[in-house]
């Protein structure tokens, strides 16, 4: 009570009431609210004293401003556009798995964002509620750190964020551009050369008339399409946005074309959703035109740089594959993942990569970057292009292990679940095409890495019986492979690559030599079955 009486007499109030619009009423509100619990005559001779209060004074009171703005939206979080890859600068959503509304907790994928590396799902991290989606499936290349969705923590928070917007990012102004000094050319002494006198200077500038473009519309001298019939509205409205009527289809009755139908082309624009076909040209056969994805095209400009700017060269060889088929049959009676002749390779490849390093290694542009392990990138295809997951440390790993981690790979890579970690890196790749029956393939280099290894399928051949046995036959029917080594000759010479696809062999024809590379990581069954 005396905080009151002395705020009223000291005026105090007046003071913020002058700076602040709406203190006035806010003091009034205050005393109301204070009358609750003191007298009336109080309050009313406070709201009295301050509507005619005349000399403000200043000093500290109690009921000094507290600045709050009561339209405030709850406590909410934006979601940027992650960055999950290092050469990702801009990605697509292409689909949301949570609607404006729906709760998620730490684990769940809130939508899959297609990177140049593939499509890889948002995973939340907290709990929360999605309030507001930011960017719908339609929009292409949003930029790293862009607005995407709104989450909050209480879905009675969610109306609140209907009409809200992301905050627009002003660029940043270029600073100007410092203006070189014109160098004075010397002129000798002894012959002054007479420069001729300068205008006198004139007060008021000159005002050169600039000349206006014209404007040039996306809607503009477009061709006719034939006769259509149309709305006094639609036609105004076109005419003011130099649109030719005749790209419209109209939605009216007998096809009358509507103002509707106008400010969805405006909108949309330009495109209309059922766009009249091309006339087919006469021997050509029809086509469809398929947009390119993000993965897709920075794919094809990586490979494309990948062959004109990479000095390639390749070694092939053929291997026999009978005793690692047998080995792997045994194997799969003792193994809880079902080994492949694929996971087998993978081994071998590692180990050879450590028998010769050269191999196992990256191009960075002014030095070579040689790797203690082997991150082995498998190439898997999908319904959205080819991805190489990683099998990190390969050369530590076990058969069982390893047919375990692919298995894993293969099934997220699939349906577009792979998480950034597993696609980014590597230090070799191995592009196994002998499901689909082919005798050779020659990939091409996966920059920055070194090499790669293609595989073709197993085949039944004839070949020289060299090895002593009980029989009179000088061949014998044997199961080959043959494998194409593509290398960058900036980083493996050929002789390094002739030494590596010499101990592959080795190990694939011996493929128990493997299992005194590391026999502690190997699987832990009786060898005496083996």
């Known amino acids: 009570r005396r905080c009151v009486q002395e705020t009223v007499s000291t005026q105090s109030t007046w003071g913020f009431y002058q700076s602040q619009k709406g203190m006035l009423s806010r003091a009034i509100l205050m005393g109301k609210i204070i009358g609750k619990c003191f007298s009336r005559p109080l309050v009313e001779t406070a709201s009295r004293r301050l509507c005619f209060a005349q000399k403000p004074q200043t000093f ?14 709850p406590s909410h979080k934006v979601l940027a556009m ?36 593939a499509t890889v799902g948002f995973e939340m991290v907290d709990n929360g ?26 879905v009675k928070d969610v109306p609140s964020f209907k009409e809200f917007k992301a905050p627009a990012k002003t660029p940043a102004k270029p600073a100007p551009e410092p203006t070189p000094a014109t160098p004075k050319t010397p002129t000798p002494a002894a012959k002054p050369v007479e420069q001729p ?20 519309s996306p809607f503009k001298n477009l061709p006719p399409q034939g006769d259509y019939s149309v709305s006094p509205a639609a036609k105004k409205i076109a005419a003011d946005n130099n649109i030719d009527l005749g790209m419209l289809k109209g939605s009216g009755r007998r096809g009358l074309i509507l103002k509707e139908d106008v400010l969805s082309f405006i909108e949309t624009g330009g495109k209309y959703a059922t766009q009249p076909k091309a006339p087919a040209i006469p021997g050509l056969p029809e086509f469809v035109d398929i947009e ?30 009978d005793k690692m088929l047998a080995l792997r049959e045994k194997l799969n009676k003792f193994s809880k993942s079902k080994i492949s002749i694929n996971d087998m390779l993978i081994k071998a490849i590692a180990l050879a990569c450590l028998k010769v390093p050269d191999v196992n290694s990256s191009w960075m542009g002014t030095f070579i970057r040689r790797y203690k392990d082997v991150d082995m990138c498998v190439a898997v295809q999908t319904p959205t292009g080819l991805i190489a997951p990683i099998v990190p440390r390969a050369n530590l790993k076990g058969l069982e292990e390893i047919a375990s981690d692919t298995k894993k790979l293969i099934e997220k890579a699939k349906i577009n679940r792979l998480k950034p970690e597993e696609i980014v890196g590597g230090t070799f790749t191995v592009s196994n095409a002998g499901m689909y029956g082919i005798s050779q393939l020659i990939p091409i280099v996966n920059p920055p890495q070194a090499c790669i290894l293609g595989v073709s399928q197993v085949e039944k051949r004839f070949a020289v019986n060299t090895v002593k046995a009980p029989t009179d036959k000088p061949w014998r029917i044997v199961s080959k492979m043959k494998v194409s080594l593509s290398c960058d000759h900036r980083v493996v010479d050929g002789a390094s690559a002739s030494e590596w696809t010499k101990e592959f062999k080795k190990l694939v024809e011996n493929p128990n030599l493997m299992l005194l590379q590391q026999p502690d990581q190997l699987l832990s069954v009786s060898y005496t079955h083996l």
Not at 60 to 73: C, H, M, N, Q, T
Not at 136 to 147: F, M, R, T
């Open 60 to 73: 500290w009171s109690p009921f000094r401003p507290v600045y709050r703005s009561f339209a405030a939206l």
């Open 82 to 117: 992650p960055n999950l890859s290092p050469t990702m600068t801009k990605g697509n959503i292409t689909k949301w798995y949570k609607k404006e509304g729906d709760s998620f907790i730490p684990g769940d994928v809130l939508c899959d964002i297609e990177t140049d590396k």
């Open 129 to 154: 509620v999605l309030a507001k989606i930011l960017v719908p499936l339609d929009a292409k290349d949003v930029p790293l750190g862009a607005s995407v969705a709104v989450v909050v923590d209480d």
């Open 197 to 216: 006198k300068a205008a006198p200077a004139c007060d008021k500038k000159m005002e050169v008339p600039k000349e206006k473009k014209p404007e040039i």
């Open 292 to 321: 390119l994805s993000s993965y897709k095209r920075v794919a094809a400009e990586r490979l494309s740089l990948s062959k004109k700017t990479i000095p390639h060269f390749y070694v092939s060889i053929e291997c026999e594959m």
